[in-house]
Every structure is written in C-alpha cells, then in structure tokens.
C-alpha cells in the first residue's frame, strides 16, 4: 500500500522491483471492522472501527480506536496483528 513518500514518480520503478500497489485493505476481526491504512484515519466510521497504521513513527495514536505500528512503538519487532487487535479490544471492553 502507498505511503506518503511512493510519489507518482515513484510507482514504475516500485511495480518494476515485483511489488504490486494496493488500496488499503480491511477485515472483521471480533466484530470490529479494522482499517489497515499507512497514515492515521482522520475519520472512523464508528465505535466498532479500529485503525492499524504507521506513518507518526514516536508519537502517540490518535485516539484509543488506532493502533500505531510505526518501529518505534513496537521496540522495532514484529507484532502479530492479532495480539494487538486483541488488546485494543480487550483494553477498550474494560473502560
């Protein structure tokens, strides 16, 4: 999925290294619909919708509803999506 450096520009040769440009996609996970996205949601549509994203690197998700996966926020180490789909929920179940 594009990030905000794959510039236009920047698309033949991305195609041309084998990757294939997708639309960020998104599934049902525990009855939430999650929303796997590069930047951070301006909008969700709902309190059942969760967003993964990277993009703001050291700072903060937005709201309790996004998850940052930026390397800074997961000490740099691979986090199975879900284990982290799992605390949010479990974390947003108990306020």
Known sequence: MRGNHDKAGRL?????????IIRPP???YRDFEVCLTHEPM??????????????????????DRHINVSVE???????P????L???????AST
């Open 12 to 20: 033949a040769g991305i195609r041309a290294a084998g990757f294939q």
């Open 26 to 28: 998104s599934l049902v």
């Open 42 to 63: 301006e909008t969700l549509l709902d309190d059942r919708t969760l967003n993964v994203h990277g993009h703001i690197h050291e700072k903060p998700a937005p709201t």
């Open 73 to 79: 926020q997961t000490d740099y180490r691979p986090v």
């Open 81 to 84: 999506l879900q284990t982290l």
């Open 86 to 92: 799992d605390k949010r929920i479990d974390e947003l």
